[in-house]
T-cell receptor
Framework: QQPVQSPQAVILREGEDAVINCSSS?????VHWYRQKHGEAPVFLMI?????EQKGHEKISASFNEKKQQSSLYLTASQLSYSGTYFC?????????FGEGTQLTVNP | NAGVTQTPKFQVLKTGQSMTLQCAQD?????MSWYRQDPGMGLRLIHY???????DQGEVPNGYNVSRSTTEDFPLRLLSAAPSQTSVYFC???????????FGPGTRLTVL
């Protein structure tokens, strides 16, 4: 079952912050975040593991609440290059399932 | 390394035709998967494989077959194309599902 992302879309001005949320109805082993530019393939941003370990991006941070089966992606001081669709992927122990995506637009 | 390659990039089929979407990777990854992407529905998992000879169904497997005879290749077969299969198809590979997924460039399929 796909994880649920919110919001579906967000529009920012350059320099503003945004939070994208991801939740699952099933127990999770890890949460992945990817960004997709229009017409391109998704690109890896970050993995959050049980126990708090993170692997990924320098300027984007995220949290993973294992008990609530939720993750949030924090985009601070947004840049024009942050525009795209963000996907969370949830690992239930045997495969990776992605959410519907959050479309982020950063305007000058 | 070429990474993950997919062919063709674009394809138009008529209803009822069959075809195979090719996916290959040169990173010796065990885990490979196929997703379809439709507007507003994100990336939906079709089939996946944890190694040569092992495949399993994802969320939307109906109408698609896969096989994994080698580590490098993971073709996706459409048995009898339907307009509902019009989509963008992405193949991905990684050492395992817990690790970074490397996506191919995608195949845009239209079924008339």
């Amino acid at each position: 079952q796909q994880p649920v992302q919110s919001p579906q879309a967000v529009i920012l001005r350059e320099g503003e912050d945004a939070v994208i949320n991801c939740s699952s109805s099933k127990a999770l082993y890890s949460v992945h975040w990817y960004r997709q530019k229009h017409g391109e393939a998704p690109v890896f941003l970050m993995i959050l593991l049980k126990g708090g370990e993170q692997k990924g991006h320098e300027k984007i941070s995220a949290s993973f609440n294992e008990k609530k089966q939720q993750s949030s992606l924090y985009l601070t001081a947004s840049q024009l290059s942050y525009s795209g669709t963000y996907f969370c992927g949830t690992d239930n122990g045997s495969r990776l399932t992605f959410g519907e995506g959050t479309q982020l637009t950063v305007n000058p | 390394n070429a990474g993950v390659t997919q062919t063709p990039k674009f394809q138009v089929l008529k209803t009822g035709q069959s075809m195979t979407l090719q996916c290959a990777q040169d990173m010796n990854h065990e885990y490979m998967s196929w997703y379809r992407q439709d507007p507003g529905m994100g990336l939906r998992l079709i089939h996946y494989s944890v190694g040569a000879g092992i495949t399993d169904q994802g969320e939307v497997p109906n109408g698609y077959n896969v096989s994994r005879s080698t580590t490098e290749d993971f073709p996706l077969r459409l048995l009898s194309a339907a307009p509902s299969q019009t989509s963008v198809y992405f193949c991905a590979s990684s050492p395992d599902w817990t690790d970074t997924q490397y996506f191919g460039p995608g195949t845009r399929l239209t079924v008339l």
